[in-house]
């Protein structure tokens, strides 16, 4: 199973951005359905953003108008640019890669939204 390698966490103040990106399997990389997920501290993972072959997006409504997902298939590369950050963001970030029957994870990056 190959291991998708995410960057750009941290600690932000409310109202600020950061951007997250996620480096994926070269392999069907262009085919693949890339998502952003994440987890708050004793809660479920839930989905962020999607982005598919044709890079038509799919946003959760808790963040939709402050994050965009976009990607790069050159460099096989996902990101998440997250604005107007609030408290209620922090949570591990997760990147995934879907394909049919592949569906890749990465490790996570933690984001912190505090003052």
């Known amino acids: 199973q190959v291991q998708l390698v995410e960057s750009g966490g941290g600690l932000v103040q409310p109202g600020g951005s950061l951007r997250l990106s996620c480096v994926a399997s070269?392999?069907?990389?262009?085919?693949?359905?890339m998502g952003w997920y994440r987890q708050a501290s004793g809660k479920e993972r839930e989905l962020v953003a999607t982005?598919?072959?044709?890079?038509?997006?799919n946003y959760s409504a808790s963040i939709k108008g402050r994050f965009t997902i976009s990607r790069d298939n050159a460099k096989f590369t996902v990101y998440l640019q997250m604005n107007s950050l609030k408290p209620e963001d922090t949570a591990v970030y997760y990147c995934n890669q879907l394909y049919g029957a592949m569906n890749n994870w990465g490790k996570g990056t933690l984001v912190t939204v505090s003052s």
């Open positions: 070269r392999t069907f990389f262009s085919f693949s359905t």
């Open positions: 982005i598919n072959r044709m890079a038509a997006t």
